[in-house]
């Protein structure tokens, strides 16, 4: 009976083990995929004026997530913003970072509503994207499609800084 017992307390052992383990690595993959598109979004008076407040229950930090690709001629950065519009969206870029900041706005179909779940962020947000090479400012373009920004930069020795317009 003792024997019994202590192989299930070994199992037992194991098995939180094998769970902590596995809860570990989530967290480690999590914050790493997200500490770069992890962004705050802030808000302004009239917004949150205009809405009777409810946008200080919002969550002030959202996910923008995004991706730089490099290829033998360019690099090409796509970042996921959904809600927005593309006049909604600026870039510039400075020396190799290229700045995408906006504004995400609250928009509400009726006022006599509850949120049980509030997950999404509003407001004005400035996310920084580092850039492995030197890119050509002047060449660059940015188009939007389906809630996800493309930014096409083609390699150079250059470093100049630009605002990049956004293409429908």
Not at 46 to 61: K, Q
Request: net charge negative; aromatic share 6%; with cysteine.
């Amino acid at each position: 009976m003792l024997d019994s017992l202590k192989r299930v307390g070994k199992d037992i052992g194991r098995e939180i083990n094998r769970a902590w383990e596995n809860l570990s690595e989530g967290w480690r993959e999590l914050l790493s995929r997200g500490n770069n598109a992890l962004t705050h979004f802030s808000r302004n008076k009239e917004d949150e004026l205009a809405t009777g407040n409810t946008l200080t229950a919002f969550p002030r930090w959202s996910l923008l997530a995004g991706e730089v690709e490099e290829t033998e001629k360019e690099i090409v950065v796509r970042v996921e913003v959904p809600g927005m519009d593309k006049d909604d969206c600026h870039i510039s870029i400075e020396g190799n970072t290229l700045y995408l900041s906006g504004e995400k706005r609250f928009e509400r179909e009726t006022h006599d509503s509850t949120y049980h779940v509030m997950e999404r962020a509003y407001g004005s947000f400035r996310r920084a994207i580092p850039l492995p090479r030197n890119v050509d400012t002047e060449q660059a373009e940015a188009s939007y499609k389906n809630g996800v920004l493309s930014v096409r930069l083609p390699k150079s020795g250059n470093q100049t800084a630009r605002t990049i317009p956004v293409k429908g």
